[in-house]
């Protein structure tokens, strides 16, 4: 998590599934939700649709009450990050006193504190054993508690492996896009097609199944059925989509390459 007033103590040690650290939190830690306040969370797609399904509210109402826009440095894609309350300490709204009214479906960064994770890539040739560090703030006193634990445990006692591999196509999307040179923009309809697939799943069903969206694709009979009854299908299947469509499945090389052949063109024929 990402402090508002000031950012969190990074710790510069790189760590693996493997590593291991002691940390519990609980109701009878003094600092007990004080991690719940000011902060910045990045909400992932899988989190919005656990979230939205939780609170039992369409895509567009949990978008318009729940969240705040953004676009993601180096990459110019559009974010949402959690919006916080409007009391002094700018609260989570999820937050109660006895802690988090719906700790099931928190979201994935919530998840995985007190750890953080750097990793590139979920995709061949990335780093498959992760890269993971502390986020030590001031005010925690959970690294003073005596449960051990490894990364990997961590992760799957808090759920997130579940979320990650779920998110792992979009995640490679975005690191992705980060790649590519800065003079390789993508246009505002297509930042449009983005912010619908990864955070407006409600919409994209629609967009998919009440448009010419499926006369101008050839989708297989089994895939349009398994898109049309599971959102996580819905999900897989958008970045797909995105990747092919906007990223067109080639290096940020070929794009820049295909880039300067088509402003050579258009200066001929100017």
Excluded at 58 to 67: G, W
Excluded at 144 to 170: F, Y
Aim: negative net charge; contains cysteine.
């Amino acid at each position: 998590m990402e402090s508002l007033d000031k950012m969190a103590n990074i710790d510069p040690v790189q760590l693996g599934p493997d590593s291991k650290f002691s940390f519990e939190c609980h109701k009878g830690v003094k600092c007990f939700t004080k991690c719940c306040s000011a902060i910045r969370i990045t909400l992932t797609p899988y989190d919005i649709i656990r979230l939205k399904k939780r609170l039992q509210l369409t895509s567009e109402e949990f978008l318009a009450i729940y969240t705040e826009p953004h676009l993601l440095e180096k990459t110019d894609l559009p974010m949402v990050t959690l919006k916080m309350g409007s009391d002094a300490k700018e609260s989570c709204p999820f937050l109660r006193e006895d802690g988090c009214f719906l700790y099931e479906d928190r979201p994935t960064t919530c998840r995985y504190y007190p750890l953080g994770v750097a990793t590139l890539s979920h995709k061949e040739g990335a780093d498959a054993e992760g890269f993971y560090f502390f986020v030590n703030e001031p005010h925690c006193l959970g690294f003073e508690e005596d449960k051990a634990w490894t990364v990997r445990e961590w992760r799957q006692d808090q759920g997130v492996d579940i979320h990650d591999e779920i998110n792992s196509d979009w995640t490679d999307l975005v690191v992705r896009k980060r790649s590519f040179p800065p003079n390789i923009k993508l246009t505002d309809k297509a930042k449009e097609m983005f912010f619908m697939v990864s955070y407006n799943i409600d919409k994209f069903r629609r967009f998919v199944f009440e448009s010419t969206f499926l006369q101008r694709y050839n989708v297989d009979p089994d895939v349009r059925e398994k898109i049309k009854n599971d959102e996580i299908e819905l999900l897989k299947f958008g970045i797909d989509w995105l990747k092919e469509i906007f990223f067109k499945q080639t290096t940020p090389e070929e794009q820049a390459q295909a880039t300067a052949g088509k402003n050579k063109a258009d200066a001929a024929l100017s």
